[in-house]
């Protein structure tokens, strides 16, 4: 297959389970993607599939044993960990997870993972049984939070017959998150950037609050792919499940008169405010100390306004930060996001429809992008995708400031 010359190279790790033999798909994926792909195999993985079908499929030799004197799969831990733009393990067993996560070193694929100082993706599949294992939960969660990329198993039909989490990711998109790895660049490099993610609670009484169902996963997308890019990052979040991407600081809060804290004192240090929270815009005026029992229990609750954060920040802005807020509306959305790029002053609206529910929550959501040069509709994407475009979008307004 064709390649340019200066094709970033992927080093493919194949370790031993049946989905070995989707490891050949996805050498053709990401050959369509103009990627350079080498492969490196446990010795288990060619008992699923043979060296020669990867060495006929890249046309490299194909590493397997440290102790190999061919002269090609010599020294070969460190030239590939060398070489790789991006390391790649697809799939990834059990067995391959726990020894990157406690440094294990002893064939030719764990030594290079350990070697490389390539970004990492993993793509774990599995028995259900063994993917839920705490064991496993602990070394993954372990991998995710030293920055290795985990792109989560499917639920399907496995080869034991149980049906369950652990099928190997879609071969696309391994093949989709690989290729962004691969082309990453550093183009956000000295910016800083606030995002504020996740719902705010309210409390009604020590028990009870007002909230929305805002999982946190927009704002902590965008947090992780501008920490990528190089930003320096921020992230206020309201109170969600999802653990601290890689490389960004985090701020937990729970209301929003907290979260407007947290922003207005980090303003300083701030070039971009990047606003996915869904802020309460209204609280119990009154918070009961004990909990309400229900036989007292108020016919009303009294609310009170919430200060809009991102309409302070624009108040506060003079032209020296690029701001992008979101507008959540179930009706006239294109008029609803003009309106909030002007009163907040804003440079750009995320505008989403959100009346059947499916933005909050999902791993994808549609989205239409409100600018005072024009408006422009995205298909739908996962979010981690509408962080990217957001972010391109970001890089090219602090281009054009004067
Ligand atoms: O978290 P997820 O599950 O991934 O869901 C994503 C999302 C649906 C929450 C996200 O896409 C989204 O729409 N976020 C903004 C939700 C919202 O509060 O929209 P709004 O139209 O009410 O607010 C407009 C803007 O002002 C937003 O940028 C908001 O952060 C900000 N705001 C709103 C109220 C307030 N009191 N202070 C604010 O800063």
Redesign the pocket.
């Known amino acids: 297959m064709g390649r340019s010359a200066d094709a970033p190279t992927v080093v493919l790790g194949v370790t031993g389970c049946i989905a070995a033999y989707k490891a050949c798909e996805l050498v053709r994926d990401l050959q369509r993607r103009d990627l350079r792909v080498k492969v490196v195999m446990t010795e288990a993985a060619t008992r699923f599939v043979a060296p020669l079908t990867f060495r006929t499929l890249t046309g490299e030799p194909v590493a397997v044993s440290l102790w190999d004197d061919e002269p090609a799969a010599r020294v070969h831990h460190i030239s590939l960990a060398e070489e790789a733009d991006v390391l790649c393990v697809a799939p990834c067993t059990a067995n391959v997870i726990a020894k990157i996560a406690h440094g294990r070193a002893d064939d030719m694929l764990t030594t290079t993972v350990l070697a490389t100082e390539a970004p990492i993706v993993i793509a774990p599949a599995m028995n259900v049984h063994m993917w839920r294992d705490e064991a496993t939960r602990s070394n993954v969660e372990l991998l995710r939070s030293r920055g290795f990329i985990i792109v989560e198993p499917g639920i399907g039909e496995l080869a034991c017959g149980e049906v369950g989490e652990g099928r190997l990711a879609e071969v696309a998109t391994i093949g989709e998150v690989v290729e962004r790895e691969a082309r990453c660049t550093q183009d956000l490099a000295g910016l800083r950037i606030l995002v504020?993610?996740?719902?705010?609670y309210e409390p009604i009484d020590p028990v009870r609050f007002i909230g929305?169902?805002?999982?946190?996963?927009?704002?902590?997308?965008i947090a992780e792919r501008a920490a990528r890019r190089g930003a320096v990052v921020t992230l206020v979040t309201g109170p969600?499940s999802l653990p601290d991407p890689f490389g960004v600081t985090v701020v937990r809060v729970t209301t929003?008169l907290e979260?407007?804290d947290a922003?207005l004192a980090r303003l300083a240090q701030t070039d971009v405010v990047i606003?996915?929270?869904?802020?309460?815009?209204f609280r119990p005026a009154n918070f009961a100390g004990e909990k309400i029992k229900k036989d007292d229990a108020p016919r009303s609750i009294e609310l009170e306004?919430?200060?809009?954060?991102?309409?302070?920040?624009g108040a506060l802005n003079d032209g020296r930060m690029v701001l992008?807020?979101?507008?959540?509306?179930t009706g006239d959305l294109l008029e609803?996001a003009h309106k909030?790029l002007r009163d907040?002053h804003l440079d750009l609206?995320?505008?989403?429809d959100?009346s059947d529910g499916s933005?909050?929550?999902?791993s994808e959501?549609r989205?239409v992008f409100v600018t005072h040069h024009g408006t422009e509709e995205m298909p739908t994407l996962p979010?981690w995708r509408i962080a990217e475009e957001i972010l391109d979008r970001v890089r090219d307004a602090v281009q054009d400031r004067p």
């Open positions: 504020t993610a996740g719902p705010t929305n169902r805002s999982s946190g996963k927009t704002g902590f997308a969600v929003a979260m407007r922003v606003a996915a929270a869904a802020v309460a815009d306004r919430n200060p809009d954060i991102l309409a302070e920040v992008v807020g979101f507008a959540a509306e609803h909030k907040k609206v995320v505008a989403n959100v933005a909050f929550g999902g959501n989205v979010k």
